[in-house]
Nanobody, 115 residues
Framework: QAQVQQSGGGLVQAGGSLRLSCAASGSIFSTTAMNWYRQAPGKQRELVASITRGENTYYVDSVKGRFTISRDNAKNSVYLQMNSLKAEDTAVYYC?????????WGQGTQVTVSS
């Protein structure tokens, strides 16, 4: 079974920074998009950021200007740099590898921002 491995996350004070990493299953060169989702307690999972094969990016409005998604095809990895973190960013973050006919998920990593 394909595996997507996440790392990073943890506890940080408001205004701080964290970086999440995601090692994709196989080559990400042909992957349609690499996505970061998050799910806060009692809320639905939401798409936070996405980067396509063509390097187009998407950010949910609440993180624009603070989060940056990037990919390293040579390392088959995608990253989420999170700056100026707020308490409302607290959630479990999931990496998603989306391709033609498949969608692989990471195990999730907790990000907690203390105010």
């Amino acid at each position: 079974q394909a595996q997507v491995q996440q790392s990073g996350g943890g506890l940080v004070q408001a205004g701080g920074s964290l970086r999440l990493s995601c090692a994709a299953s196989g080559s990400i060169f042909s992957t349609t998009a690499m996505n970061w989702y998050r799910q806060a307690p009692g809320k639905q999972r939401e798409l936070v950021a996405s980067i396509t094969r063509g390097e187009n990016t998407y950010y949910v409005d609440s993180v624009k200007g603070r989060f940056t998604i990037s990919r390293d095809n040579a390392k088959n990895s995608v990253y989420l740099q999170m700056n100026s973190l707020k308490a409302e960013d607290t959630a479990v973050y999931y990496c998603n590898q989306l391709g033609m006919g498949y969608s692989y998920w990471g195990q999730g990593t907790q990000v907690t921002v203390s105010s």
